[in-house]
């Protein structure tokens, strides 16, 4: 099928609106509704409540109107020709659309051909299943490009392609897109791939792999003869696109995208190989306000209770960390069950905002924990026991000799904090064995970090290594009453680990007695576990031999004469000495 569109020149591009889809559809029904009749169809059924004349005649309709963008970071990201571009926001925020429109305008600034003038552009959406494709991605492409503009061919469970050709005011273009899941083996499954542009639409649910193979893969279509005689820099004509919700730190999203210094390493490294004369590689990011904030996008294409809706049903389903992520456009942790501290941790209050200071006239206390995932807790003591974690270190994909992580650690205190005295540090009564990895059959885990790391280890003996004097003594510094503005426990914002321990990774797990009974204990297979037992090594360090925390110990009247309390172990009710009397003066038998 071929048509017309008119434009009009804007950047590299050309200013494209959305086919009116009004016109079409029959009998006084617009295709806006056709549309919403997809919802609750499967993927066969949909295509095929799609058939209809959705372009008047043999042409696109000509667009009278000014494209309306959901907001400014949209439109910014609609313009963009980066090599790689994400795009991150609350539901809602019209990213997909955006996206979807967005190939529309690149395949229009798209080269033309010095053989024969057509500008040739192929768009690939890739997900890792065809399910997924069928269930989102294509019906919000056939959204933007109705199936009856063009060639539609494939079925479910096959990859798809829509061919469309059109003409605007500068001439042909052919507009390819094609629809595939990579499954199981990306390298395998994007083996020959050639395309202008990659769409990873919810690109945090894909692996890393997808990117880094697909950079590869674009730039590829239409062949090399089609630039023949054009600039080095018309030459180059490809564009990777990710759009996703907030996504966890974990994810390659948030590590690709929100580090500017990693997008700009990576923009590098690639551009290094390029041949002289070439562009660079860029790498950008568009990231849209969430709900509430200032500058919220697409709120007036939503109702005014959508919002609202989306957030009780993610809390009327338990998931609050939901309602972060997919409301609020906050970067988070996905939970891994019932967080051990839900109850006594706040982000608010037990995170600061910025990096916390080292007090050079205060000496460090290190918390450790043993084994090849070692871990370590780095803190000082500010006022009455103010505890300020001031660094973490933990290799979770390596495997350290007890002597390498205290080299490491030694680098640490010495990068971090220079000159720093250290009190001394506790650890894990298991980390007082003697240690398999060493020559020397007297050495311990303990001792060797100690001797690497130049300060002395302590075992922690207090509760002899129980579980729950070790989680009360988080507790009681969570819990600590504010004295000048500070709690009693406060973490650096770089403590990763630490922090999605107590979000969500540090959670209650179903263990079984010898007797049979069930009960619940810390779940010690996530490797934020072994960073949690530092800090309880550490907070534990503090209390009295018997397990009291030091706040209690202050609030006590253990240690008070009995002078000094009155009934129940409360304050004196009088001034009369405490004790029986028989109330007899013998000066005064009549009490006159």
């Known amino acids: 099928m071929s048509g017309t569109l008119a434009g009009r020149k804007r950047g590299r591009g050309v200013f494209w609106s959305a086919p009116d889809m009004a016109t079409g559809g029959g009998a006084g029904e617009s295709a806006q509704d056709q549309i919403a009749e997809l919802e609750g169809l499967d993927a066969r059924e949909a295509i095929a409540s799609l058939e209809g004349n959705f372009a008047v005649g043999n042409s696109l309709p000509t667009p009278d109107r000014v494209i309306s963008f959901p907001g400014p970071v949209a439109e910014a990201f609609y313009w963009s020709d980066d090599d790689v571009h994400g795009i991150q926001g609350p539901v809602g925020s019209g990213k997909t659309t955006t996206v979807m429109k967005s190939r529309l305008r690149r395949a229009m600034g798209m080269p033309r051909s010095t053989i024969d003038g057509v500008r040739r552009y192929k768009v690939l959406f890739i997900r890792e299943t065809y399910r997924q494709l069928w269930s989102t991605t294509i019906p919000s492409y056939l959204e933007t490009f109705p199936k009856e503009l063009g060639k539609w061919s494939g079925g479910r469970g096959d990859p798809v392609t829509h061919v469309i050709h059109f003409e605007d005011v500068f001439g042909p273009i052919e507009f390819v897109a094609e629809f595939m899941a990579f499954g199981d083996d990306i390298i395998a499954s994007m083996r020959g791939v050639q395309t202008t542009d990659i769409v990873l639409n919810e690109a945090d649910t894909m692996p890393v792999d997808i990117l880094t193979v697909g950079i590869g893969r674009i730039d590829r279509w239409p062949a090399r003869e089609h630039f023949a005689g054009l600039p080095p820099e018309l030459q180059s004509y490809g564009q990777i696109v990710c759009d996703f919700n907030a996504p966890d730190e974990d994810n ?76 609020y456009n906050k970067v988070v942790y996905l939970r891994a069950g019932e967080p051990v501290f839900q109850r006594e941790f706040s982000m608010r209050i037990h995170v600061a905002d910025a990096p916390i200071p080292y007090d050079p006239r205060l000496p460090l206390m290190i918390g450790l924990d043993q084994g090849f995932k070692g871990a370590a807790v780095i803190a ?32 640490l205190i010495e990068t971090k904090f220079p000159g720093a005295q250290i009190e001394a540090g506790w650890g894990d009564m298991a980390g007082e064995h003697g240690a398999s990895q060493s020559a020397d059959e007297n ?24 579980i729950q004097p070790r989680l009360e003594a988080v507790r009681a510094a969570l819990e600590a009453p504010l004295e000048a503005g500070e709690p009693g426990l406060i973490l650096d914002p770089g403590c990763t680990f630490l922090k999605r321990g107590f979000l969500a990774r540090y959670v209650w797990e179903d263990e079984i007695t010898p007797s049979g009974d069930k009960r619940k204990v810390p779940n010690k297979k996530l490797t934020e576990a072994n960073v949690m037992d530092a800090l309880q090594y550490l907070l534990l360090s503090q209390h009295r031999a018997d397990g009291v925390s030091p706040y209690m110990a202050r609030l006590s009247d253990h240690r008070k004469p009995a002078s000094q309390i009155g009934h129940n172990r409360g304050p004196k009710m009088s001034d009369k000495e405490p004790g029986l009397t028989d109330r007899w003066d013998v000066l005064n038998p009549y009490g006159t």
């Open 252 to 327: 390659w999203t948030f590590r690709v995208f929100h580090d500017e210094d990693e997008r700009n390493r990576m923009s590098d490294g690639l551009s290094a190989q390029l041949p002289e004369g070439a562009k660079i590689i860029r790498i950008s990011f568009s990231n849209q306000p969430g709900y509430g904030q200032p500058g919220c996008e697409n709120l007036q294409n939503l109702s005014p209770s959508y919002y609202g809706r989306q957030i009780a049903s993610m809390q009327l389903a338990g998931r609050g960390d939901m309602v972060d992520r997919l409301v």
């Open 380 to 411: 000082q003591m500010h006022g009455f026991f103010r505890w300020r974690i001031l660094a973490e270190l933990h290799y979770p994909q390596e495997r350290l000799f007890a002597q390498v992580f205290g080299q490491r650690l030694a680098e």
């Open 443 to 466: 050495a311990t885990w303990n001792l060797m970090v100690s001797r690497a790391a130049g300060f002395h280890i302590r075992p922690q003996m207090i509760g002899t290594n129980r």
